[in-house]
């Protein structure tokens, strides 16, 4: 299993940069699939996007919202907030399945085995 740590989470105004990482562990790294996801205390948690095999795939309502990159030699993805707004403001949280669940079951629906601890992110003026 591969182990994620996230951050570059914070305190951000609306409209500024923002760029979360999750580097992992392990050298299985390059042999899962990543997904971003957040969550808000109380509501259920949404999935963002999920790069894997070189794809890169977006939930509906998150799309042109966000930019996943990735690089296995890094073992690191990141996560771009474009144009960062209020209601963006939660925790996000990374998490990994393998490469052939994720070609078997889809992104969005295969069931990730290792989790981030989350990074906070409030934007805010």
């Known amino acids: 299993q591969v182990r994620l740590v996230e951050s570059g989470g914070g305190l951000v105004r609306p409209g500024e940069s923002l760029t979360l990482s999750c580097v992992g562990s392990?050298?299985?790294?390059?042999?899962?699939?990543i997904a971003w996801f957040r969550q808000v205390p109380g509501k259920d948690r949404e999935a963002i996007s999920c790069i894997n095999d070189g794809h890169i795939y977006y939930k509906d309502s998150m799309k042109g919202r966000f930019a996943t990159s990735r690089d296995d030699a890094k073992k690191t993805v990141w996560l771009e907030v474009i144009d960062p707004k209020p209601e963006d403001s939660a925790t996000y949280y990374c998490?990994?399945?393998?490469?052939?669940?994720?070609?078997?079951?889809?992104?969005?629906?295969?069931?990730?085995?290792?989790w981030g601890q989350g990074t906070q992110v409030n934007v805010s003026s």
């Open positions: 392990g050298s299985t790294f390059p042999y899962h699939g």
């Open positions: 998490a990994a399945a393998w490469s052939t669940v994720v070609r078997a079951l889809g992104c969005f629906d295969s069931e990730f085995h290792s």
